[in-house]
């Protein structure tokens, strides 16, 4: 009973700080357009970048929809905290008496749902300039675990890096490193979907193995990052 | 006058918690052993083993790269145990052990890509290719860098320990998968032959545990002598702090 009363009171903390962020989310309109603007523009470059035939179509569109996912991705993720911290609303959120991985998962959740916005409106517009068939339902898993992936790694080190004085710069250097796998494994399952390969390893199911270790990961150590 | 003894006691009490490094003797054995290890080591890559069949004289380059390759692993290891420690204990100390521990593994690690690519170019004829082991090894040297670049910019504080720390235990998950990376993909890299019975003549794997060795001795010196670099620095940037809060 004390069990679940504390875990209702966990989500009612994250689903409180979740709806902030969304308020302001929808108030401000920053990041959300210009991540999407972003991987638009991400798009088009690939396009001219790589004199897009019919016969290479099928190699370059996965990488071109991961670079562009990956990319937008940081763009947000880069002021998860620092926007807190600019407007010198953390110190608050932290003096709080919350749980530090309540604070954790409704960033990562808001984060989730923003990338997650910008890749359905992306997609649509992925397919049509690309001309591939991305309208399988077997995409929608691929995107949600490999979006899971580098929103857990980002959130949790939009945390260390906001206190710096570079964390434009530094942010991408700590999270690719990290997110190569899940990179890997997203763009290769994304590619297995247009031209069937024989042989490949379970590009899903080592995504989903990746996601879980990220999430504890980052679970059991965000307290220490966010700590002042 | 008055200044100058307070300055005084404030340099005696800053002095106090620094403790008496440990005697040189221990790394003026494990140096001495090293320089020993080496020198023989040397002699037996370049005349003891045996030339290869196929790769010819390029193949001694291995007895270098297989060493440097596992204190690169090692390393990065050690820089995730002692950040983990640090993160459990708060003791300070773990968070030398592993700045000291990142700072000679990034050294390794690009001197394993170095030798690894020169061995590549004589004997695939290309400096690089992308290959499972290649790969991985490469993130093992970004994540190197990230690391030591996050510290750097995070200054000498509590929160770039920590947060070097988190990097560190996300970072070593890369590690196991190097190791692995012959065994689960198909790669050119060439795969572990030492457990393999008749894969390898004798001499060689006596060389090669030879320089494994004397490699992993000359790793200890250098790590013991970087833990005191780091310790003396944050000290002495301590004691500074304390004599600016002093004026």
């Known amino acids: 009973m004390n069990r679940l009363s504390a875990l209702r009171l966990f989500c009612s903390q994250v689903l409180a700080i979740l709806g902030k962020d969304i308020r302001y989310e929808l108030r401000s309109k920053q990041t959300w357009l210009g991540m999407g603007l972003f991987a638009l523009l991400v798009f088009v470059i690939f396009n001219f970048a790589f004199d897009l035939r019919v016969e290479n179509r099928a190699a370059v569109a996965p990488g071109a929809l991961w670079v562009a996912f990956v990319f937008a991705s940081l763009l947000g993720l880069g002021r998860t905290i620092a926007a807190e911290r600019e407007g010198g609303s953390l110190d608050r959120l932290l003096l709080c008496p919350v749980d530090r991985r309540a604070i954790y998962l409704a960033k990562l959740l808001g984060n989730l749902l923003f990338i997650g916005i910008v890749e359905l409106v992306a997609l649509p517009i992925f397919a049509a300039l690309f001309a591939v068939p991305l309208f399988s339902g077997e995409l929608l898993p691929i995107v949600l675990l490999g979006t899971l992936g580098v929103a857990t790694i980002g959130t949790l080190f939009s945390a260390m890096t906001a206190a710096t004085r570079a964390r434009e710069l530094l942010l991408p250097l700590l999270v690719f490193p990290l997110i190569v796998p899940v990179v890997i494994a997203a763009v290769r399952a994304t590619g297995a979907l247009m031209i069937a390969a024989p042989n490949e390893p379970p590009w899903l199911g080592l995504l989903a193995a990746f996601d879980v270790i990220f999430l504890s990961l980052a679970f059991l150590t965000f307290s220490y990052v966010i700590e002042e | 006058m008055a200044v100058i003894n307070k300055t005084g006691t404030a340099l005696q009490e800053a002095a106090a918690p620094v403790r008496r490094p440990p005697r040189p003797i221990v790394s003026l054995l494990l140096g001495t052993l090293a320089l020993v290890g080496m020198m023989i080591s040397i002699w037996a890559i370049f005349l003891y083993a045996p030339t290869d069949a196929i790769e010819g004289l390029s193949q001694r380059i291995f007895y270098f790269h297989v060493p440097v390759a596992w204190l690169a692993m090692l390393s990065f290891v050690i820089v995730a145990l002692g950040g983990a420690v640090y993160l459990w204990r708060a003791d300070e100390r773990w968070d030398w052990l592993a700045l000291a521990a990142a700072e000679s593994g990034a050294v390794f690690t690009t001197l394993t890509l170095v030798t690894g690519s020169l ?22 040297w970004f994540l190197y860098v990230a690391y030591l670049m996050l510290r750097s910019y995070l200054g000498k504080t509590s929160t770039s320990a920590r947060a070097g720390a988190v990097l560190a235990i996300l970072g070593v998950i890369d590690v196991p998968i190097i190791y692995e990376s012959v065994n689960w993909w198909r790669t050119l890299h060439p795969a572990a032959e030492i457990g393999t019975p008749g894969a390898l003549p004798p ?45």
């Open chain 2, 119 to 140: 061995w590549g170019r004589a004997t695939w004829g290309t400096w690089w290719t992308w290959d499972a082991r290649l790969t991985t090894s490469l993130i093992l």
């Open chain 2, 203 to 247: 001499s060689v794997v006596l060389v090669l545990m030879l320089a494994l060795v004397s490699f992993t001795l000359f790793y200890c010196v250098l790590l013991i002598q970087l833990y005191q670099l780091v310790r003396l620095q944050h000290l002495s940037w301590r004691l500074r702090a304390r004599l600016q809060a002093v004026d």
